[in-house]
């Protein structure tokens, strides 16, 4: 089964920290241009970091304070969120696509989504 299971969501308060995981089953992470998305209610789908190889790229609104990694061993995409903020609350989505140096959460077809996991920051 090819699939994307994000986990690591909840409710913090401004100023605290999270970090997202997404699990992949039937993909390697390692071999593929993997993103994370977000959504907020009401606003477009923002790509808010990706990473292929070890090149990564960051959202303005994110770069700082978010760090997109993975770990090839548990075949797994994380997202470390720290300083966060009310206005990052939002569905947050790990995607993957075929590798492209070019990877950006913009650019290309993101064919895989996992199902999302809700951030909700309060201040």
């Known amino acids: 089964q090819v699939q994307l299971v994000e986990s690591g969501g909840g409710s913090v308060q401004a100023g605290g920290s999270l970090r997202l995981s997404c699990a992949a089953s039937g993909v390697i992470v390692s071999n593929k241009c993997m993103g994370w998305f977000r959504q907020a209610p009401g606003k477009e789908r923002e790509g808010v970091a990706s990473i292929v190889g070890i090149s990564t790229y960051y959202a303005d609104s994110v770069k700082g304070r978010f760090t997109i990694s993975k770990d090839a061993a548990k075949n797994t995409l994380y997202l470390q969120m720290n300083s966060l903020k009310s206005e990052d609350t939002a569905m947050y989505y790990c995607?993957?696509?075929?590798?492209?140096?070019?990877?950006?959460?913009?650019?290309?077809?993101?064919?895989?989504w996992g199902q999302g996991t809700q951030v909700t920051v309060s201040s």
């Open positions: 995607a993957a696509r075929d590798w492209d140096w070019r990877c950006r959460p913009d650019t290309g077809n993101f064919g895989l």
